[in-house]
């Protein structure tokens, strides 16, 4: 609801909401792709001119970043993501006889937990025109912390 102070008055659009998953199935290590493409397929399919949109990470190994899609920044990045939490340190994490009811497919992953300390488990980004609003270089991006996994992102549309 909008609410214009200078005349009291109030107004309210057709709110909508729509929901998809995207499913991804990530190659082994960090590495970062690129869901822009599926995540403008979807704001288009949703029929929400405008508004936001929200990417979710349904994972805790595994975040939802902006940022440009240039391979030399790429690299840049994942670089410092290990040099925060290298993988071949010792993490309690990884100590699976301290810990209670651990799946025999656990992996030693405390490095990636600790990496994801780093980055956001979500973005929301204004809807314009029908598409998410994004700067000339900004891509969205599911950051894989520990793979290969399946991952799924979790796209909610609002908006009017």
């Not at 995540?39 to 970043?65: K, N, P």
């Not at 998410?132 to 979790?154: C, I, K």
């Amino acid at each position: 609801m909008i609410v214009d102070r200078r005349a009291a008055r109030m107004w309210s659009p057709a709110r909508t909401c729509h929901r998809e998953d995207i499913e991804v199935r990530t190659p082994g290590g960090l590495v970062f792709v690129d869901l822009t493409g599926l995540l403008t397929d979807i704001v288009a399919r949703s029929g929400i001119a405008e508004g936001l949109v929200s990417v979710q990470s349904l994972h805790t190994t595994a975040a939802i970043v902006v940022n440009e899609n240039e391979p030399l920044l790429l690299q840049d990045l994942r670089a410092a993501l290990e040099r925060a939490a290298p993988r071949h340190l010792a993490y309690r994490h990884d100590d699976f006889s301290q810990r209670a009811g651990v799946p025999p497919d656990e992996p030693a992953n405390g490095h990636a937990h600790c990496q994801a300390l780093f980055l956001r488990a979500s973005e929301t980004l204004g809807v314009a025109g029908g598409r998410p609003r994004l700067g000339r270089w900004q891509r969205v991006f599911l950051v894989e912390l520990d793979g290969p996994r399946t991952r799924t992102a979790a796209v909610t549309v609002l908006g009017a």
